[in-house]
């Protein structure tokens, strides 16, 4: 009796796990609707303009003078600051855990003496590793505005500008569909190709990111290179325009890696508790057919004593 | 006559607003308006909000209003990467003849407040006028086709 008791408990408390698991999942579901439209909508623009920035960086490194000071690289690497974006709340399968070790491998990659910058409170895992933190920033669950992470542009641009960094990557999750996620590691600046490096245009399908072949192919194609040398015109002038463009643009490139981890962020969530629910589904009709064995166990023992007391009476 | 066209793309953080070959494109630059042709040099220009025009393939004129942005011109390309825009057709007049009025009045009032707050009206000014000229611009293309027709 006391068996049977105990395993209805537990049903009962698997089920209402299973409730708040469900409503969860329904909860990031909407919420993954929404967050995977706003970052399909940006995606061409941000795809266009990293484009642009990238070429001009191309076109940079071809002149003894470079066109602005984010697109030359520098000689000296002292230091590094990587802007983290993580989630503000678990429960989201290992979507935290697969960015910040992203992050931490490419640390270890290049040791160099590395900040980070966060945003989104799961980051914060990262001080119990020795790791300076150089600001934490607050984020939003579902980001709407553009303006919420200009805080975070202007300081990392101006960190930039007075050398306190000397190379700023941001570590955010690209989504590639509502089934799979990628944490990846860009680098923001200096805005300059690397032979080894994927240039990680935002969320390219499922090319991931985009290589420097790519990007010569598309070269070859726009700015006939065949024969002569091209070169662009800048109105009014080349330094007014790029002042303009490329801050711009690297707030952009910014805002939709942040879209990216939203959306990201919403579905891993949802997948997870997706798996619970389920989990959850498995063990309650689990844990049936024990109450049920037990309950039978306990009637047939309960017949036995009492055809073996009838039993006693008749000899 | 066969044209020579251009791959013409507008693009705004929202939307690609329009996607298309086209004859020529007149765009509002930081250095004054200028109209660009296939084989048109390389260029990347800063854009003020204003109207932009362009003649397709058909020889149909599309107007549409921007708020500012770059446009990047590469060899049988034209990127603009706005900061809003919309079509003429999408536009409502009603509706932005009341926003303007709107930033008009805060305008007014805005004398005491800070530069950041003010240079934002400013803009928000400056994007309802360029949206009304394309509105009207676009009305006046289309009674000029009627009167054509007839």
Same mark, same amino acid.
């Given at each position: 009796?006391?068996?049977?008791?105990?395993?209805?408990?537990?049903?009962?408390?698997?089920?209402?796990?299973?409730?708040?698991?469900?409503?969860?999942?329904?909860?990031?579901?909407?919420?993954?609707?929404?967050?995977?439209?706003?970052?399909?909508?940006?995606?061409?623009?941000? +795809?266009?303009?990293?484009?642009?920035?990238?070429?001009?960086?191309?076109?940079?490194?071809?002149?003894?003078?470079?066109?602005?000071?984010?697109?030359?690289?520098?000689?000296?690497? +002292?230091?590094?600051?990587?802007?983290?974006?993580?989630?503000?709340?678990?429960?989201?399968?290992?979507?935290?855990?697969?960015?910040?070790?992203?992050?931490?491998?490419?640390?270890?990659?290049?040791?160099?003496?590395?900040?980070?910058?966060?945003?989104?409170?799961?980051?914060?895992?990262?001080?119990?590793?020795?790791?300076?933190?150089?600001?934490?920033?607050?984020?939003?669950?579902?980001?709407?505005?553009?303006?919420?992470?200009?805080?975070?542009?202007?300081?990392?641009?101006?960190?930039?500008?007075?050398?306190?960094?000397?190379?700023?990557?941001?570590?955010?999750?690209?989504?590639? +569909?509502?089934?799979?996620?990628?944490?990846?590691?860009?680098?923001?600046?200096?805005?300059?190709?690397?032979?080894?490096?994927?240039?990680?245009?935002?969320?390219?399908?499922?090319?991931?990111?985009?290589?420097?072949?790519?990007?010569?192919?598309?070269?070859?194609?726009?700015?006939?290179?065949?024969?002569?040398?091209?070169?662009?015109?800048?109105?009014?002038?080349?330094?007014?325009?790029?002042?303009?463009?490329?801050?711009?643009?690297?707030?952009?490139?910014?805002?939709?890696?942040?879209?990216?981890? +939203?959306?990201?962020?919403?579905?891993?969530?949802?997948?997870?508790?997706?798996?619970?629910?389920?989990?959850?589904?498995?063990?309650?009709?689990?844990?049936?057919?024990?109450?049920?064995?037990?309950?039978?166990?306990?009637?047939?023992?309960?017949?036995?004593?009492?055809?073996?007391?009838?039993?006693?009476?008749?000899? | 006559?066969?044209?020579?066209?251009?791959?013409?793309?507008?693009?705004?953080?929202?939307?690609?607003?329009?996607?298309?070959?086209?004859?020529?494109?007149?765009?509002?630059?930081?250095?004054?308006?200028?109209?660009?042709?296939?084989?048109?040099?390389?260029?990347?220009?800063?854009?003020?909000?204003?109207?932009?025009?362009?003649?397709?393939?058909?020889?149909?004129?599309?107007?549409?209003?921007?708020?500012?942005?770059?446009?990047?011109?590469?060899?049988?390309?034209?990127?603009?990467?706005?900061?809003?825009?919309?079509?003429?057709?999408?536009?409502?007049?009603?509706?932005?003849?009341?926003?303007?009025?709107?930033?008009?009045?805060?305008?007014?009032?805005?004398?005491?407040?800070?530069?950041?707050?003010?240079?934002?009206?400013?803009?928000?000014?400056?994007?309802?006028?360029?949206?009304?000229?394309?509105?009207?611009?676009?009305?006046?293309?289309?009674?000029?086709?009627?009167?054509?027709?007839?």
């Amino acid at each position: 009796m006391a068996k049977t008791k105990e395993i209805s408990r537990r049903i009962k408390s698997v089920s209402s796990t299973k409730k708040i698991t469900r409503a969860m999942e329904m909860v990031s579901a909407a919420k993954m609707r929404k967050t995977i439209e706003a970052v399909l909508k940006t995606r061409t623009y941000a +795809n266009l303009s990293w484009e642009t920035v990238l070429r001009l960086a191309e076109l940079s490194t071809k002149r003894s003078e470079p066109l602005h000071p984010f697109l030359k690289a520098r000689k000296k690497i +002292n230091k590094v600051a990587i802007i983290l974006i993580t989630a503000n709340r678990g429960l989201c399968g290992g979507y935290n855990t697969a960015v910040i070790s992203k992050a931490k491998e490419s640390i270890a990659k290049h040791p160099l003496p590395t900040d980070f910058i966060l945003a989104g409170k799961k980051g914060l895992s990262v001080y119990n590793q020795d790791f300076t933190v150089a600001a934490e920033f607050e984020k939003s669950e579902v980001l709407t505005d553009a303006r919420e992470i200009y805080p975070i542009v202007k300081m990392v641009l101006s960190d930039y500008a007075r050398k306190k960094y000397d190379k700023i990557l941001v570590a955010y999750t690209d989504f590639i +569909n509502p089934a799979k996620q990628v944490p990846r590691v860009k680098q923001l600046l200096p805005i300059a190709l690397t032979s080894d490096q994927y240039l990680g245009i935002v969320g390219h399908e499922s090319g991931l990111a985009t290589s420097r072949e790519f990007l010569a192919e598309k070269a070859k194609k726009h700015l006939c290179l065949d024969g002569y040398n091209f070169e662009y015109t800048f109105e009014p002038s080349p330094k007014e325009v790029l002042n303009k463009l490329v801050p711009r643009l690297l707030e952009v490139q910014l805002y939709q890696a942040f879209l990216e981890a +939203n959306a990201s962020e919403q579905s891993a969530r949802m997948s997870a508790m997706h798996q619970a629910t389920d989990a959850a589904s498995d063990m309650v009709s689990e844990l049936t057919l024990f109450y049920n064995k037990a309950r039978q166990a306990s009637i047939t023992g309960e017949i036995a004593e009492i055809s073996a007391g009838a039993n006693a009476l008749t000899e | 006559m066969a044209n020579k066209t251009i791959q013409f793309e507008i693009v705004t953080p929202e939307r690609v607003v329009l996607r298309q070959e086209i004859l020529q494109a007149t765009v509002p630059t930081a250095s004054g308006e200028i109209t660009i042709l296939p084989d048109h040099i390389p260029l990347v220009s800063i854009l003020e909000p204003g109207v932009i025009e362009v003649k397709r393939a058909d020889n149909v004129m599309e107007i549409m209003a921007v708020s500012g942005g770059f446009i990047e011109v590469m060899c049988g390309k034209i990127v603009i990467l706005a900061d809003t825009a919309e079509r003429a057709e999408e536009l409502d007049e009603a509706r932005i003849k009341e926003a303007k009025r709107k930033a008009e009045e805060l305008k007014k009032t805005a004398k005491n407040k800070d530069d950041v707050e003010f240079t934002d009206i400013a803009v928000r000014l400056e994007k309802e006028l360029a949206r009304l000229h394309a509105v009207n611009r676009w009305r006046k293309l289309k009674s000029d086709g009627l009167n054509k027709n007839k």
